[in-house]
């Protein structure tokens, strides 16, 4: 049997140690906000926050989430505030994708 915290963080005690003890319920987070358009590349979804208690404060109501299929065995996904712009730290590393779609990638993403 489970108990919930007043924020929402859930305790339960299981016997399998493969599984969480402590997890939020499916009111917490975000929805998909009608449905991810396809970009050349990957895609794009608007989040929608569900209506729970705040975690932390300052929640932001509304996300975008961009994903990038970028190899067979890499995807790489960002979570941005589509109204306000903020500064990212250059890295050397991380740089702008190009390239195409793989055409048999090793993952799945749903939303």
Sequence with gaps: QSTCSLRGCCWSPQNDT???WCFF???HGYKVKGSKSSTQTGFKATL????APSLFGNDINTLLLTGEYQTENRLRFKITDPKTRRFEVPHEHVKEFYGSSPSNPRYKVEL
């Excluded at 929608?48 to 209506?51: A, D, F, G, I, S």
């Design 48 to 51: 929608e926050r569900l209506p």
């Design 25 to 27: 319920s499916p009111n």
């Design 18 to 20: 493969k599984v969480p």
